[in-house]
């Protein structure tokens, strides 16, 4: 049996379906705010150095961050991370390292550094880098981190970085430079995993 539509069947349909849209682009519009998870990420640190007080090895505590997530164009998000310098922790047979690490952390101010993306450019496959400044102390550097995406949805981003990198001494600020004279030429590293969880609104 066909029912014949009247005009007042499709008023109602088309109220349904623009409302149905509505409420759609209301649960997901674009681009979504997720914010970094703790609790579930993890970054790791060390330091060569010709100096073994500035050879250590360790991790953050203390970072936060967000992202801007556009699923659909993944070049589109944007992404910032806050890191507390103060917040490390070195391995436990380190203990000298340690010593040396707080005391010039505790010259240092502010010990927070920050990073904000520019621009996101896709490599090859889920590789990514992510361009951006790098601010620290009062002075902003453009740096560039390429990262692997592990998985990216509506409710979680998950990522993984790793860096490496040479202190040059004109890139060191004058109180670095005064609390660890040793630190030129030492070069380190930076990896980890950040996973990014959904704003619950």
Do not use: C
């Amino acid at each position: 049996m066909i029912t014949r539509l009247t005009p007042h069947h499709l008023i109602a349909l088309t109220t349904a379906l623009v409302t149905l849209a509505i409420d759609f682009t209301s649960a997901y519009a674009l681009p979504i705010k997720q914010l970094l998870s703790r609790r579930s990420s993890s970054i790791q640190f060390g330091v060569n150095s010709p100096s073994p007080t500035l050879q250590m090895n360790g991790a953050f505590n203390d970072f936060q961050g967000s992202l801007l997530l556009d699923p659909d164009h993944l070049e589109r998000s944007s992404v910032q991370l806050t890191l507390d310098l103060q917040s490390a922790e070195l391995r436990p047979d380190q203990i000298l390292q340690m010593v040396f690490l707080q005391t010039a952390l505790s010259q240092i101010q502010p010990s927070t550094t920050s990073f904000k993306s520019t621009s996101i450019t896709r490599q090859q496959g889920d590789t990514y880098l992510v361009t951006g400044l790098y601010i620290w102390m009062g002075r902003s550097k453009s740096a560039s981190v390429p990262i692997k995406l592990v998985k990216s949805n509506l409710q979680t981003t998950e990522i993984r970085l790793a860096l490496n990198g040479t202190l040059k001494d004109k890139d060191a600020p004058k109180e670095l430079k005064e609390v660890a004279p040793d630190a030129k030429g030492s070069s380190g590293w930076a990896k980890g995993t950040l996973v990014f969880l959904r704003e619950k609104s």
